[in-house]
């Protein structure tokens, strides 16, 4: 949805009435992740894509018959045995497509997610796929975590002075906790819950619950997106590998921070792809992020100076962090054995040293330092997804991961029918 936004958000302002085609659910090898949507436009405009143009034109006509009648419908679109070009998934692929009419009446609480999504502050939007009550369909919450930015923790809304405290804040005031309902106070609380954790990690899924919120129940499935800031990539060593580093987080869609002690380098002039260029010594601008908050298990970093001196107390905090994404060091095999032992003597446990991956990269044979660059996005990526590192000619099988942290909750749908870490040690200086 985020990449459609803009349309649909103009669209809705104007008072008229889109389709929307979000994927809900996929197996195999689906092109598109879940959250990824397609608008059919008041003029039978079509925007964005849920298949990457394998099944658009089955979206686009349910579209406009969900938009002329107002029920939603969940749709699976997938490859059957008999028929594999029925709808176009010819990639062997399954996935769920949930459509509806939205407008004014319907995702009232659009513009407050748009503007929360445009200035970072996390967000979630629960909407019920299917249920047993047809009505109960497309009913939404929208989520947001339990501390609004409001001094008291109260959120916008009339106060004992008199007056509205959204009002007077403007576009900046915080948005209330939770809005909207799913059509009982069982499952609003349920689903609430279950978001704000989805949101904490950033993930989008799919939940199953009982018609009222049960949580072992059946028969009431929610799509939660998360809209949460994007996650951070922290680069450590202000040299023109992290330049090419830098480049890599940005294209990948981190918020990239190139930090160093040596303001001569750490300069905007050499890293415009990163958001943020730091002058401070790396181990105490990483404490400080960590103590702010700022650090989760999405974060990501990259410690490119193999100077001990910058890299040991850095990596001394960082391989302690409660929740990281990947830490990854460079350096030749003889530096990395000399950076081990001197974090064994600053007392770091065996554990600890396992989060290491070093020397980082995966083995491409990379030489120059965007080659290099290439090879740590590719472990970031395959240490995200679970992938091998290996080559997709070489394999069998689907080739596309879901992630060990995405291993408990996903699960073969029914048959559908047709519908209408190595090391590249010569690019490591020692």
Known sequence: MRDVMDELLRWWRAGATVGVGTVVGTWRSAPRQPGAAMLVGPGGEAVGSVSGGCVEGAVYELAQSVVADGVPRL????????????????????????????????????????????????????????????SRVGRRLVVRPEDPTVEGGRPPGPDPDGGDTAAAMGPHAPRPVVEGSLGSARADDAVADDARGLLAAGRTETLTYGPDGERRGEGMRVFVA?????????????????????????????????????????????FPDADQVVVDWPHRYLAAERDAGRVDGRTVVCVLTHDPKFDVPVLEIALRLPQVGFVGAMGSRRTHEDRLERLREAGL??????????????????????????????????????????????????????????????????????????????????
């Open 75 to 134: 749709q699976r679109y997938g490859v059957s045995d008999d028929d594999a070009y029925a709808v176009g998934l010819t990639c062997g692929g399954i996935l769920d497509v949930f459509v509806e009419a939205v407008d004014r009446t319907t995702f009232p609480q659009l513009e407050d997610v748009a503007a929360d999504v445009e200035a970072g502050r996390p967000v979630a939007v629960a909407t019920v796929i299917e249920h047993p009550d047809p």
């Open 226 to 270: 998360s809209y949460a800031p994007r996650p951070r990539m922290l680069v450590f060593g202000a040299i023109d590998f992290a330049a090419a580093v830098a480049r890599q987080g940005h294209f990948l869609g981190y918020r990239v921070t190139v930090c160093d002690a040596r303001p001569v380098f750490a300069t905007r002039t050499r």
């Open 349 to 430: 446990s065996e554990d600890e040293l396992a989060r290491l991956s070093s020397p980082i990269g995966l083995d491409l044979g990379a030489r120059t330092p965007e080659e290099t660059a290439v090879s740590i996005a590719a472990e970031i990526v395959a240490l995200r997804w679970g992938g091998r590192g290996e080559r997709l000619a070489h394999r069998e099988g689907p080739i596309h991961h879901h992630g060990a942290e995405l291993a408990s909750t996903s699960s073969s749908p029914p048959t559908p029918a047709s519908a209408g870490g190595g090391d590249h040690p010569t690019n490591h200086p020692q």
